[in-house]
T-cell receptor
Framework: AQSVTQLDSHVSVSEGTPVLLRCNYS??????LFWYVQHPNKGLQLLLK??????LVKGINGFEAEFKKSETSFHLTKPSAHMSDAAEYFC??????????FGTGTRLKVLA | GAVVSQHPSWVICKSGTSVKIECRSL??????MFWYRQFPKQSLMLMAT?????????EQGVEKDKFLINHASLTLSTLTVTSAHPEDSSFYIC??????????????FGQGTRLTVV
């Protein structure tokens, strides 16, 4: 069975400092992995996806994530946080062609 | 990317009434759409998979008669919350994949519907 664990429910960083949001997954097969962002009362926007191509994936707004099979991790990073990055972030794993399993989410707070 | 539109974005209804939420794929045909529910400060939980032209597949614990799903066309799926009660108040989000983009693609999400039952 597949699952995903987001290790931090809340992360606070100062503006201009690096962001690290951690995600570990469990999957019987080669998974597809995604990071989505959700602003308050909004839908979800795709940041980036891993689908067995390059292990370092670059996404929108300066975010990137590295797939590490040996560590079963897919951590999301950004070199320099911006105030507009404050939101909820979800790590998602998909084994098949349609079913998503969501992590519990990480709320990112950016301090001025 | 592909666009999924959800309507309404928010709705307030009286207890005991029914509410319909629409999910449309605007620039692609979606044979499968997905309905999620999100409680405050929690993650998204898949409620059901909506299949065009056939019955929806519900996740364990989701009441089929409570949450009616209809997927009558390749671009529209509807979720009807029947005899709504305050505990049904939640954020409902739909998603769909664009099969034209390949076998494994990301899902595109609607804007979500905030349902409040009073």
């Amino acid at each position: 069975a597949q699952s995903v664990t987001q290790l931090d429910s809340h992360v606070s960083v100062s503006e201009g400092t690096p962001v690290l949001l951690r995600c570990n997954y469990s999957s019987s097969y080669s998974p597809s992995l995604f990071w989505y962002v959700q602003h308050p009362n909004k839908g979800l926007q795709l940041l980036l996806k891993y689908t067995s191509a390059a292990t370092l994936v670059k996404g929108i707004n300066g975010f990137e994530a590295e797939f590490k099979k040996s560590e079963t991790s897919f951590h999301l990073t950004k070199p320099s946080a911006h105030m507009s990055d404050a939101a909820e972030y979800f790590c998602v794993v998909s084994e098949g062609t349609y079913k998503y399993i969501f992590g519990t989410g990480t709320r990112l707070k950016v301090l001025a | 990317g592909a666009v999924v539109s959800q309507h309404p974005s928010w709705v307030i209804c009286k207890s005991g009434t029914s509410v319909k939420i629409e999910c449309r794929s605007l620039d692609f045909q979606a044979t499968t759409m997905f309905w999620y529910r999100q409680f405050p400060k929690q993650s998204l939980m898949l409620m059901a998979t909506s299949n065009e032209g056939s019955k929806a597949t519900y996740e364990q614990g989701v009441e089929k008669d409570k949450f009616l799903i209809n997927h009558a066309s390749l671009t529209l799926s509807t979720l009807t919350v029947t005899s709504a009660h305050p505990e049904d108040s939640s954020f409902y989000i739909c998603s769909a994949r664009d099969p034209g983009q390949g076998a494994v693609t990301e899902a595109f999400f609607g804007q979500g519907t905030r349902l409040t039952v009073v």
